[in-house]
């Protein structure tokens, strides 16, 4: 049996004067406890190209997930990571109504570890840790792995 865990955020946004016809798209989100986020559109579609946006933070929160998640299962499975490093993307279409969505993200993560023969098994752990993963498992579109792994020196 699982068990339940609420997370909160609070979105501010006000109308600005300098906007004459147009919303501006720029606000900010608080967390109890941490910084405030400021976070606009994506530039393309008419936002704060120096802010985040929210098609930023899905694909950050894809990496940062699929990161912890993997590991964990390189931990249960006796894998010393010592660096890890992924330049993600996401495709977003947009259809022609203006409605869009998500339709692939693609992770390259690149693994150093410390046993060269734990090499194999260390990519294949990459498909266990999208199983576990809280936000590949909330998503309904695609997320391709392409991972490598090296054998890394240790500081």
Not at 17 to 44: C, F, N, Q, R, W
Not at 144 to 154: D, G, K, N, R
């Amino acid at each position: 049996m699982g068990f339940n865990h609420v997370f909160k955020a609070k979105l501010d946004w006000l109308f600005s004067k300098k906007e004459t016809s147009k919303y501006t798209k720029s606000h900010s989100i608080s967390i109890d406890g941490k910084a405030v986020l400021h976070v606009s559109a994506a530039k393309a579609f008419k936002g704060d190209s120096a802010l985040y946006n929210p098609e930023d933070l899905l694909l950050s929160s894809v990496v940062s997930c699929h990161m912890m998640s993997y590991l964990y299962v390189c931990k249960q499975n006796d894998i010393d990571v010592v660096s890890y490093t992924d330049e993600a993307e996401a495709t977003l279409e947009v259809s022609a109504d203006g409605s869009g969505r998500f339709i692939a993200i693609k992770l390259n993560p690149k693994v150093g570890i410390t046993n060269k023969d734990k090499i194999e098994e260390a990519i294949g752990l990459h498909k266990k840790a999208n199983e576990l993963c809280f936000i590949a498992n909330s998503c309904n579109f695609p997320i391709l792995h392409f991972p490598t792994c090296e054998i890394a020196a240790t500081n």
